[in-house]
């Protein structure tokens, strides 16, 4: 991924996530508004409903005070013969605004009863004088119903009556309160089988504890949160409670309103913080760019290369810089390379001064013995001439020898790359030296990996390379070992490792080990390794060394 798609990435998800953590928050308030207006208005529900319950319950105690202090109660509590006043209850409590009336004797014997007629003579157990009207089931004539009844007590000498009178407790009660938009009131009364559809855990709760209890029933627009007020009875019962529901329509349609607006600004915002994230990002990735492709420039060896810079700000001092620097390895190459070329030519001097000493002291030597015998001893000078001519031949060959090294080395040809199989090769270089390898007692052990596939190379410049591996191995064990030749097939090419049991090096002389004219050996050129890597370096491969005083030597080369 590059750098210009993360920064457009980090744009676009950051402009997201605040969008979404603003859309969020917006509908928590939202949310939390709507709840506490909604709990707001449900208490001012409940709140009307106690007054007006109130007042009602006040107006009906007063209603039966009235009945139990007026002359017709007294007279019916004065009168031997009760049965006379059988059917008063009715008018009685139409005079007086009552729904349900019933004249109770003081032995709890029913006079008369307005609700029904026929309970005349029934007995009534619940005769205790109220001050309010109090929550209690009445039983009709077409079933059980709910009612907020007062009881009052009419005295006349020893005779008592009882004054019953209240009003049922139904929706007409809920008429009276006023609705806002959104809410409605329910009335759920336990006269067992009149559980409201969806409300039944609800009011399970209410139940059980006898508390003000709040749920929200359904879901999506059709949802309503429902706040219910228990209505206890006479006996500390729960008999009644109010549900006063909030329809959630408006919060549903809130929230999908703000989520539409969230979505919109967010896609707006993306496509405007992908715009300014292009428009940013090319500031400052084109810049960035052309200096990494100027740094691989440099890295693929061409030191000059430079940046071209027209901003003031940050990257265009990267840029001055990078130019400065590029200056300035171009400087110091050009003193390094003369510094080297210098060295190298009082190397070479240095070498090959050492090199033809040897075989010029035994040449001196051979020409002065052939004139001594000339001038001294004429008789023995066909011997010392037939002697010294050898001599010169083989001191000659040796300079002979040395110069076709250093020849060799100075005029390294390009590779001519073709397809080479480096098993086979490996294969055919340990059959060469095998006789060598049995004189000098070394085991040659060969550890061939069939998945090496055919490789472009010069096959001649190959061999030698892996022969001067493999004459240097040879060199390393003067008491006998084993030869190691590994191949390994790797992704895209080969490795070849020569590894000998010899006597190891330094970790300075694997340091020096490829420097031209270096050697550890008291014979040879110090040319052969340097060969070496320089054969794999024109193959764009990579040699290397590990090695150990006492525990051998490996070379290893990878070509692709």
């Not at 157990?125 to 089931?137: E, F, G, I, K, S």
């Not at 008491?479 to 590994?486: C, E, F, K, S």
């Not at 050697?519 to 370096?537: E, F, N, P, R």
Request: charged share 25%.
């Amino acid at each position: 991924m590059t750098f210009r798609t993360r920064l457009l990435l980090l744009f676009t998800i950051s402009i997201v996530a605040v969008v979404a953590i603003v859309e969020a928050l917006v509908l928590a308030q939202t949310r939390r508004a709507f709840e506490r207006s909604e709990g707001q208005r449900a208490e001012a529900l409940v709140a009307q409903f106690r007054k007006e319950f109130d007042r009602r319950r006040e107006e009906i105690a007063q209603d039966v005070k009235r009945l139990a202090d007026s002359d017709a109660a007294l007279n019916i509590a004065m009168a031997p013969d009760p049965e006379r006043w059988v059917n008063d209850a009715a008018s009685l409590a139409s005079a007086h605004g009552l729904e349900l009336l019933e004249l109770v004797s003081g032995d709890g014997t029913i006079i008369s009863s307005a609700e029904w007629p026929a309970r005349f003579l029934y007995k009534e157990d619940w005769l205790t004088p109220t001050d309010t009207a109090v929550l209690r089931r009445e039983e009709l004539p077409t079933g059980m119903t709910l009612a907020l009844s007062a009881v009052r007590e009419v005295t006349a000498g020893e005779r008592r009556l009882y004054v019953i009178g209240g009003q049922q407790l139904d929706e007409k009660l809920l008429s009276t309160v006023v609705l806002p938009k959104g809410m409605r009131v329910l009335l759920w009364r336990d006269l067992g089988g009149n559980d409201l559809p969806g409300l039944g855990p609800l009011i399970e709760r209410v139940k059980a504890t006898k508390a003000e209890q709040t749920a929200t029933i359904g879901s999506g627009a059709a949802a309503e949160t429902f706040h219910a007020l228990p209505l206890t009875g006479y006996d500390g019962s729960l008999m009644a409670a109010l549900l006063v529901g909030s329809s959630r329509r408006d919060l549903v349609e809130l929230e999908a309103s703000q989520r539409t607006v969230g979505i919109a600004a967010a896609g707006l915002g993306i496509m405007l913080g992908v715009g300014l994230g292009w428009w940013a990002t090319a500031r400052v990735t084109r810049p960035v760019r052309q200096l990494a492709e100027s740094a691989g420039k440099v890295a693929a060896g061409n030191w000059g290369a430079t940046v071209e810079t027209e901003s003031a700000d940050e990257i265009g001092q990267l840029a001055r810089a990078f130019n400065r620097m590029t200056g300035e390895l171009m400087d110091q190459r050009e003193r390094l390379v003369q510094a080297e070329r210098v060295a190298a030519w009082r190397e070479l001097a240095r070498r090959l001064a050492h090199e033809l000493k040897n075989p010029l002291f035994p040449l001196q030597i051979t020409v002065e013995n052939m004139q001594r015998a000339r001038e001294r001893y004429p008789e023995q000078f066909d011997e010392v001439f037939r002697e010294g001519t050898e001599t010169l031949l083989a001191e000659l060959s040796k300079l002979k020898q040395i110069i076709g090294r250093f020849s060799d080395f100075a005029k390294m040809p390009a590779p001519s790359m073709q397809s080479v199989s480096v098993n086979e090769l490996v294969g055919e270089t340990v059959r060469l030296f095998a006789p060598q390898l049995e004189q000098a007692r070394i085991r040659a052990a060969l550890e061939i990996d069939p998945n090496v596939p055919p490789i472009q190379a010069d096959s001649e410049q190959l061999t030698r390379a892996l022969r001067n591996l493999v004459l240097n191995a040879i060199d390393a064990m003067p008491d006998g070992g084993t030869l190691t030749l590994r191949t390994t097939a790797l992704e895209n090419g080969a490795r070849l490792e020569v590894i000998d049991t010899g006597q190891g090096l330094t970790p300075e002389e694997c340091e020096r080990l490829f420097t031209p004219y270096y050697t550890t050996k008291t014979h040879g050129t110090g040319l052969g390794l340097a060969i070496v890597q320089s054969v794999i370096s024109d193959h764009k491969g990579r040699i290397s060394v590990e090695s150990a005083p006492g525990k051998g030597t490996a070379f290893r080369i990878e070509l692709g």
